[in-house]
């Protein structure tokens, strides 16, 4: 029996995550209630609260479940790397993974100075990638022999800073096919430097 109960904890858990996911992405952060992510999933607002003490705890579930997803897809296509081009590639396939998301992610960004879990859960991100960025940055040292190793840690932060700023860019309503153009040609000047 208790199996049962364990296997509906988790999957009540990850319909919350989806709902939440879901109501964050279409209403904002900000406006997203508690009460409204409980009526879309069908429970109490009581009953959300056993899962998550609050909305930013479920955000960080959010996103730690996404972003954890989306780095081991990235770590799948890395093993298979095999040039600067398809480094450049994953690279844009992680601002594109993250352009469905990019109005929330301005949301997030531009509320965190204000709110400290968010600025918390954003620079805990944010460092993250950068240290992603560098393990890629480590393979693509062993392929391309300009790619220097003492390098890693600017290069790391430069296309990190890049990567964010598009899906900022995105989220305030750039045009995703010009910003990605923007973003492949800025990728390989800065791995070709």
């Known amino acids: 029996m208790p199996k049962i109960m364990g296997d509906y904890r988790n999957q009540a858990k990850a319909r919350i995550v989806q709902a939440g996911r879901s ?3 279409s209403r904002g952060y900000r406006l997203t209630t508690m009460e409204e992510i409980a009526k879309d999933v069908g429970v ?3 009953d959300l ?3 998550f003490p609050g909305k930013a705890a479920l955000l960080r579930e959010i996103v730690r479940t996404s972003r954890q997803s989306s780095r081991q897809s990235i770590q799948e296509a890395l093993s298979k790397a095999d040039s600067r081009e398809t480094i450049v590639r994953i690279l844009e396939q992680i601002v594109t993974d993250e352009v469905p998301g990019a109005g929330l992610w301005y949301e997030l960004v531009t509320g965190g100075a204000g709110d400290a879990d968010l600025k918390a859960l954003m620079l805990h991100e944010a460092s993250e990638d950068i240290r ?5 940055l480590v393979h693509l ?3 391309e022999p300009r790619v220097r190793v003492e390098r890693i840690d600017d290069l790391a ?4 800073a890049l990567l964010h700023g598009t899906v900022l860019e995105v989220g305030m309503g750039a045009n995703w ?3 990605r153009r ?6 390989r000047a800065l791995l070709s430097a």
């Open 23 to 25: 109501a964050f992405s």
């Open 44 to 46: 109490t607002k009581g």
């Open 49 to 51: 609260y056993h899962y």
């Open 132 to 136: 992603a960025v560098k393990g890629i």
């Open 141 to 143: 040292s062993r392929i």
């Open 157 to 160: 932060l430069a296309i990190v």
């Open 177 to 179: 096919p010009a910003a």
């Open 182 to 187: 923007a973003l492949l040609r800025a990728l």
